[in-house]
């Protein structure tokens, strides 16, 4: 089992930048594929980006290709979201999980979840 908390949100003027982390409890983060979700008021949690256990394989959400920078470190339990060039349209709760898989795009295949941050983003 893992524990996840995230932390590095807050409020943003369009174009600006902030980073997310989410930090894992457990010896196994390894063996984890993680993801970045993120929901909007009254709309479904979609998947933003994901990144395989050992880092070599991420997955982009075309919204934010380009612009966000998903990345892990292993030794210190640790997965990051680095996200530029924002948009008011990125305003949301953002949440990190753990999928058993490698690496997954399947929401159901999350089994941990954080408590999630919000991000807010002005015009």
């Known amino acids: 089992q893992v524990q996840l908390v995230e932390s590095g949100g807050g409020s943003v003027q369009a174009g600006g930048s902030l980073r997310l982390s989410c930090a894992a409890s457990?010896?196994?983060?390894?063996?984890?594929?993680m993801g970045w979700f993120r929901q909007a008021p009254g709309k479904e949690r979609d998947l933003v980006a994901a990144i395989s256990r050992g880092g070599g394989s991420t997955y982009y959400a075309n919204s934010v290709k380009g612009r966000f920078t998903i990345s892990r470190d292993n030794a210190k339990n640790a997965v990051y979201l680095q996200m530029n060039s924002l948009k008011p349209e990125d305003t949301a709760v953002y949440y990190c999980?753990?999928?058993?898989?490698?690496?997954?795009?399947?929401?159901?295949?999350?089994?941990?979840w954080g408590q999630g941050t919000q991000v807010t983003v002005s015009s």
């Open positions: 457990g010896r196994t983060f390894s063996s984890y594929g």
């Open positions: 999980a753990a999928a058993a898989q490698r690496i997954t795009v399947v929401t159901a295949q999350y089994d941990y």
